[in-house]
């Protein structure tokens, strides 16, 4: 069963804007961080952002004054705004929910491609 459901991947124009979303099932509890990592074939995943049940907010030095993480802890959903993309951006993103018992669950990626 998907317990993480993810949208809003695409094609997009460098310069363009796109916005993941990813739903947790209510089968999860206790979803303390949520966040969206990345993965580019060949290379480790890595995180873009994330954000505590609390609202705190991290992000990763490439991303910072572009992207914008949000959330809605009464739909357990977590959103990603991405402004000023850049070909560099392309990558599979992955949403992840961290319990508080530090249990990790993955959504199955959305690819997302920068080009013109």
């Known amino acids: 069963q998907v317990l993480l459901v993810e949208s809003g991947g695409g094609l997009v124009q460098p310069g363009g804007s796109l916005r993941l979303s990813c739903a947790a099932s209510?089968?999860?509890?206790?979803?303390?961080?949520m966040g969206w990592y990345r993965q580019v074939p060949g290379t480790e995943r890595e995180l873009v952002a994330n954000?505590?049940?609390?609202?705190?907010?991290n992000y990763a030095d490439s991303v910072k004054g572009r992207f914008t993480i949000s959330r809605d802890n009464a739909k357990n959903t977590v959103y990603l705004q991405m402004n000023s993309l850049k070909p560099e951006d392309t990558a599979v993103y992955y949403c992840?929910?961290?319990?508080?018992?530090?249990?990790?669950?993955w959504g199955q990626g959305t690819q997302v491609t920068v080009s013109s």
């Open positions: 992840n929910a961290q319990t508080y018992y530090n249990y990790n669950y």
């Open positions: 209510e089968r999860i509890l206790g979803i303390n961080i």
């Open positions: 954000i505590t049940s609390g609202g705190r907010r």
